[in-house]
């Protein structure tokens, strides 16, 4: 056993490396510039980011020493903080449904099958660059990842004749330099990862923050009262990449994946699993 | 269980939770099709280059114990990632050249294999496809 003094630093410590990886933007080099500003004053979200906490060139990982593992990265340099730090509030038969999902490796993801995803799930995901384009009345993102897009109307209201989509429908306004969009009118069985399906009581509201330069703050708060007991809310950190560009990213292009799933669910027994016992 | 190791123990969950990296991206599932436990090292020559979305293929031919070719298929990131990772279509790797790869084995024990990291002629190492695990979610809901 460690004396008192010994476990209190032990403590102290991780709860410091703690604080600095989970701090949004933790990085080593500091803020790269102020927030630019469009004429009419509201912070300029327009360019390229990656989900991210490095500030620079795009981040991606390569190849250490031993086979398939990244190199070390330099001291101090965070890791992303990842988009889902928080248990979903699930229901009870939520969760089992998740459960459930989970043990079947998500083979009934339907990004499988290359259809669109609503934008908490494609926002995060590192691989991919997405494009902010801003106007006065309307903001533009493009997502790299499933080639999506969505045009956001400024100070607008919801429709009356939404029809249910996979991305919903968006509508934003400023709360002082946060950009807020909110979202209705999904189609039920949308996933969110973790096993999470959505259903047609989904409301989205998200939050973009510039809060410099490089870095762009997302929060996303998903409330469902058929699957969520309350609010869930999931965050991620975005950084500017300049001299990126969107690619195109055709997912029909080369999808062998429906073939080879219709075999394996003639025997799922091959890849399903049992949660381990807690 | 003492306080003291109560303690310690939640902190360093918590560390882990939080040096957790972001959703990698994938299309679909790995551990539906390969197999985190059946890791494969592989030496061949290269035969086709799929540069394709949502995945790309590449095929190498392999000879195995008793001197019999055997083509593998091996899968790894879309096409927009791999020119993010330092890949270069018809440049870093033209078929006839001779590379070693590390991946997992496809569950069925047919000649195809998740793709993670390639070591190039040039003795090089690039990424060619994510961790095994992605996309599968967590054995149990968080």
């Known amino acids: ?278 | 269980m003492t306080l003291t190791v109560a303690v310690r123990s939640a902190a360093a969950l918590a560390l882990v939770a939080l040096l957790a990296p972001p959703p990698a991206g994938a299309h679909h599932s790995f551990g539906v099709v390969y197999d985190a436990n059946k890791p494969v090292t592989l030496t061949g020559t290269v035969t086709k280059f799929e540069w394709t979305n949502p995945h790309s293929h590449l095929f190498i031919d392999v000879k195995d114990g008793s001197g019999k070719v055997v083509s593998w298929a091996l899968e790894g990131y879309p096409a927009t990632v791999l020119a993010r990772t330092g890949w270069k279509r018809d440049e870093t790797v033209k078929i006839g050249d001779t590379i070693t790869i590390f991946g997992w084995r496809a569950r069925d024990g047919s000649p195809l294999a998740h793709l993670r990291q390639a070591t190039l002629p040039d003795g090089r190492k690039l990424f060619f496809g994510p961790p095994a695990g992605t996309g599968e979610g967590a054995a149990t809901v968080r």
């Open chain 1, 1 to 278: 056993m460690r004396d008192a003094a010994t476990t209190t630093r032990f403590i102290a410590t991780l709860l410091f490396i703690a604080a600095a990886v989970s701090t949004p933007g933790a990085q080593q080099r500091g803020s790269s510039g102020p927030l630019p500003r469009t004429a009419d004053g509201k912070p300029d979200l327009t360019g390229v980011y990656q989900a991210s906490t490095r500030r620079g060139a795009w981040d991606y990982d390569v190849p250490g020493e031993q086979a398939g593992v990244p190199a070390a990265r330099p001291a101090g340099d965070a890791q992303p903080t990842g988009a889902r730090p928080e248990p979903v509030p699930f229901t009870p038969e939520a969760r089992q449904r998740a459960q459930a999902i989970l043990n079947r490796r998500s083979v009934d993801d339907p990004a499988t099958l290359c259809l669109p995803q609503p934008t908490p799930r494609m926002t995060p995901v590192a691989l991919f660059p997405v494009q902010i384009v801003q106007t006065p009345q309307q903001i533009v993102m493009l997502y790299e990842y499933f080639g999506q897009s969505r045009v956001i109307p400024i100070g607008g209201k919801q429709p009356d004749d939404i029809e249910p989509a996979y991305m919903g429908n968006a509508v934003g306004h400023w709360d002082g330099d946060t950009l807020v969009v909110e979202m209705v009118g999904f189609k039920p069985g949308l996933w969110f990862g973790n096993g999470l399906v959505t259903t047609d009581a989904l409301k989205i509201t998200e939050r973009f923050t510039r809060i410099d330069h490089d870095q762009l703050n997302y929060e996303a708060v998903l409330e469902d009262p058929k699957v969520l007991t309350k609010p869930y809310t999931m965050r991620s950190t975005l950084m500017l990449r300049e001299g990126t560009r969107l690619r195109e990213y055709s997912c029909i292009e080369n999808n062998v994946d429906p073939q080879r799933y219709e075999k394996l669910l003639s025997d799922p027994s091959t890849f399903t699993r049992t949660p381990p016992v807690q």
